[in-house]
């Protein structure tokens, strides 16, 4: 197979630079598989910021959105992608206490093997199932058939973690030496499957502290999930959710405090 890794795509991203360059350096030689490796903006990350005119994330697709740079950009990974790789790889740093998760926007054999497999190889791999998967999405993953983003925290902007480039790395080369050959049980396989995003209420509200820095974690109808200078509480209401992305720094300009996802497994996420 014929892997594109793209590192980069969010400008003050570098986590995913260090790993591409890494990897060319050391070249496709050492790995089963087939790599080509891709800045995915260059300009973005010259001047240390996650985008020069709108976010390169969501840019490609029909539902694809994008201006000036990243317009450009677009059209040029496009090129230079669709129709050339049989797996893509974007890899993303949050500032969100995540942890290593993959996020899937592709629901397709290959790509649900190549979940199991790093799950299986990287215990502590959390995977994130869009609730866009399978459909017509905005990002990098759009340029190929079978494809998964490595999303992992916690890192500020612009900031390099050795153990991120470390976990980063080790999710690619894991997956450029797997013959995906190996069938297994989706119902053994846990994730989560986001459903929305939440926004801070009207008023000056902060995510709770029992929530802020614990992605992952269940939150039950009555528990605390925003909190004001005051003291006043925001509680949750209904099923529960287990929220992530929470207070990621990117999400501030859209006044969106986190994602919330419902706790499942591979099996049910695919029906079968
Ligand atoms: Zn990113």
Redesign the pocket.
């Known amino acids: 197979m014929n892997f594109a890794i793209i590192g980069g795509?969010?400008g003050n991203?570098p986590v995913?630079i260090e790993v591409i360059r890494d990897l060319e350096q050391k070249g496709p030689s050492l790995y089963t598989h087939e790599f080509k490796t891709f800045v995915g903006n260059p300009k973005a990350f010259e001047i240390g910021k996650?985008y020069v005119n709108s976010d390169l994330?969501r840019a490609f697709g029909e539902l694809g959105n994008s201006s000036g740079n990243e317009s450009k950009r677009s059209e040029e990974l496009d090129k230079e992608i669709r129709g050339k790789f049989d797996f893509l790889m974007d890899l993303?740093?949050?500032t969100s206490n995540m942890g290593i998760t993959i996020i899937l926007t592709h629901l397709d054999e290959t790509t649900i093997k190549a979940a199991c497999y790093l799950k299986e190889k990287n215990p502590e791999l959390v995977i994130i199932v869009s609730s866009r998967a399978g459909t017509d999405c905005p990002y990098t993953t759009n340029m190929a058939p079978s494809a998964l983003t490595v999303?992992v925290g916690p890192v500020a902007n612009n900031v390099v973690k050795a153990d991120l480039v470390f976990s980063s790395r080790k999710l690619v080369t894991d997956l450029l030496d797997f013959d995906f050959k190996k069938s297994y049980n989706l119902s053994q396989i846990n994730c989560f499957h986001t459903q929305g995003i939440l926004s801070y209420p009207e008023g000056k509200w902060m995510v709770h502290p029992e929530v802020d820095g614990h992605d992952f974690r269940e939150v039950k109808n009555g528990d605390s999930l925003f909190i004001n200078i005051n003291g006043d509480i925001v509680r949750h209401e209904g099923e529960s959710i287990f929220p992530l992305f929470i207070n990621e720094a990117?999400y501030q300009e859209n006044n969106t405090a986190m994602e919330y996802a419902v706790k499942t497994t591979l099996d049910k996420v695919l029906n079968r």
């Open positions: 795509t969010h991203e995913g996650r994330n993303h740093t949050t999303e990117a």
